[in-house]
């Protein structure tokens, strides 16, 4: 592997880490306040809480590099 695609691999994992994290947050979040409202437990919303933002982290990282990693081939095409 060359500098090049390596550098273009690594910028598009960043890019999808840093968006799964931050919508694994959120959801987290979100969840915390609206299980609490709804007046679950806190064992009942600790496990909504992981499950949720697990699976919004997960699937957002897998979207952002897959669709990122096309994009920042698709701008690095030499002209």
């Known amino acids: ?3 090049h695609t390596y550098t273009l ?3 598009a994992h960043q890019m999808s880490r840093t968006a799964g994290v931050l919508a ?3 959801t987290a ?3 915390f306040c609206a299980f609490q409202l709804a007046g679950f ?3 009942e919303t600790a496990a909504w809480m992981f499950a949720l933002a697990l699976m919004a982290a997960s699937g ?3 979207a952002v590099y897959f669709v990122g990693r096309a994009s920042l081939k698709k701008q ?3 002209t």
């Open 1 to 3: 592997m060359d500098d």
């Open 9 to 11: 691999e690594q910028r």
């Open 24 to 26: 694994g947050a959120i």
């Open 29 to 31: 979040f979100i969840a």
């Open 41 to 43: 437990n806190i064992v």
């Open 60 to 62: 957002t990282f897998t």
């Open 76 to 78: 690095a095409l030499p």
